[in-house]
C-alpha cells in the first residue's frame, strides 16, 4: 500500500531514469490527455509531494499523478519485458533513450501547468518527508476537530501528508490509542510525540525496501515506544490479527474504519472501539 515512503522512493526511482533526458515516447491512456504528445521534451525533475507525484517537463509542463491503492510507476530497460500488469492496465508511457516509466493503474492522472500545481496538491498539509515540513502546524491541524476520530485525522493529508493506512495503525499503538478515539482525547504532551513519532518514521523507512516500526531500526518508534523483544517482526499491529501483541501478549484484533482494515492490541490501547 503507498503511503509518503513508497512514494518518495518511487520519485526517485522516476527522477533517475527520466530526469535530463528528452523523451522519445510519451502515451497517456485517459481520454482527456490522450492526444497529448511530450516527445522532444526534456524531463526536467521527479518529486513527491505527500502521496502525489510530480513529474516536471520542458515547457512548464506536470504530470500529476496518484498511486491511491493499486496504482504503480515500474521502470524498464530498452529490451527488458513489463512485468507490472496487463496492456490494458497501463495509463501512462514515458520513454528515453535508456528507460522506460510505465504507470500501471493509476487512478489519477493529468498534464497541467506546472504553475498551477497548487490545483492538485495545494490543500495538503506539512509534509513529512517534505522541505515544508512543519510540526506545529500539523499538531495544530490535527488537533482542529476534536471530536473527529484520531485514525481518520491521521489519514486526512490536509492535516499532515505522508501517512497511510499502515502508519495509521502503527501510530495509534505507539501513542497507546485506539483509532476510534476522539483526538481531543489525546494529552497534549502524547500528541506532540505523536507527530514527531510520524516523522521519525517516515524518515527512518524513506530508504527502506521493508518497512520497520517496531524500533529494529534505531530511529524508529523511538519516541514512544520500547524495541520490540522479536527483532524479526517488523510492524507492531498492522496485518497482525490474533498473532500475541508484542508489548503485552493479548491477541491483536482489527477491524473496519472507514472501509480500511484497522488493527489494535486491546490491552496496549484505550479508547472506543467498533
Request: glycine share 8%; with cysteine; aromatic share 4%.
Amino acid at each position: 500500500m503507498p503511503e509518503g515512503d513508497t512514494v518518495l522512493q518511487t520519485a526517485k526511482r522516476l527522477h533517475s531514469a527520466l530526469a535530463g533526458q528528452v523523451l522519445t515516447r510519451s502515451d497517456l491512456r485517459v481520454p482527456r490527455f490522450a492526444t497529448a504528445d511530450l516527445t522532444g521534451r526534456t524531463v526536467v525533475d521527479v518529486s513527491s509531494r505527500g502521496k502525489h507525484l510530480l513529474t516536471r517537463i520542458e515547457g512548464g509542463l506536470t504530470l500529476h499523478s496518484h498511486l491511491r491503492m493499486d496504482g504503480a510507476w515500474r521502470v524498464y530497460a530498452p529490451a527488458e519485458r513489463w512485468r507490472g500488469g496487463p496492456s490494458h492496465q497501463i495509463r501512462a508511457i514515458l520513454a528515453n533513450t535508456t528507460h522506460t516509466a510505465v504507470g500501471y493503474r493509476l487512478p489519477v492522472l493529468e498534464l497541467l501547468r506546472t504553475r498551477d500545481e497548487d490545483q492538485a496538491v495545494g490543500h495538503l498539509g506539512p509534509d513529512l518527508l517534505g522541505p515544508d515540513w512543519d510540526a506545529a502546524t500539523a499538531l495544530r491541524n490535527l488537533l482542529a476537530d476534536p471530536a473527529r476520530s484520531l485514525g481518520e485525522a491521521l489519514l486526512d493529508q490536509r492535516n499532515l501528508a505522508g501517512i497511510g493506512n499502515i502508519y495509521k495503525c502503527e501510530l495509534c499503538f505507539l501513542a497507546r490509542a485506539t483509532p476510534w478515539l476522539p483526538v481531543g482525547g489525546l494529552p497534549e504532551p502524547t500528541a506532540v510525540l505523536l507527530v514527531s513519532t510520524a516523522k521519525q518514521l517516515l524518515e527512518a523507512n524513506r530508504d527502506r525496501p521493508v518497512r520497520i516500526t517496531t524500533g529494529a531500526h534505531p530511529r524508529a518508534g523511538a519516541a514512544l515506544a520500547p524495541r520490540t523483544r522479536r527483532p524479526s517482526e517488523k510492524l507492531w499491529v498492522y496485518g497482525r490479527t490474533h498473532r500475541p501483541c508484542l508489548r503485552c501478549g493479548t491477541p491483536i484484533r482489527a477491524a473496519e474504519q472507514d472501509a480500511r482494515p484497522t488493527y489494535w492490541c486491546p490491552h496496549c490501547q484505550t479508547g472506543p472501539t467498533p
